[in-house]
């Protein structure tokens, strides 16, 4: 069974989106680089990108991590603020803490890139 369907599909990625992105836009050292962002388009564009990389039906098509977050110039606060978030959110939400630590492997994987090292 794959990530997706452990975490409970479409649903539970549409909730765990909506939840973080709550959480991210209270954090006052990351809710900068949202101003000028179209909150409905971003959180799309994450379930896309959540339901591919869990292992869900849906093919990403957007921007690569390190394109997408090049002109932030973001840091390793900034990085560790998003997964304390995504963490957070999936516990809230009652995610199996074997899986939380899957996804945040997987979030891991990509810092080179959202950091652009």
Do not use: C, W
């Not at 991210?24 to 379930?47: C, G, H, T, W, Y």
């Not at 973001?74 to 998003?82: M, R």
């Amino acid at each position: 069974m794959s990530l997706y369907e452990r975490m409970g599909g479409a649903q539970a990625v549409d909730r765990a989106v909506d939840l973080f992105y709550r959480k991210v836009l209270a954090d006052e050292r990351i809710a900068p680089f949202f101003s000028q962002v179209n909150m409905q388009s971003q959180a799309r564009r994450q379930k896309a990108f959540l339901t591919m990389v869990f292992g869900g039906p849906v093919e990403y098509s957007g921007r690569q991590m390190r394109e997408a977050h090049a002109r932030l110039k973001l840091d390793e606060s900034h990085f560790t603020a998003v997964t304390t978030h995504l963490r957070a959110t999936l516990s809230e939400l009652g995610v199996a803490e074997a899986d939380i630590a899957e996804v945040v492997k997987i979030a891991q994987s990509h810092k080179s890139d959202v950091l652009n090292r």
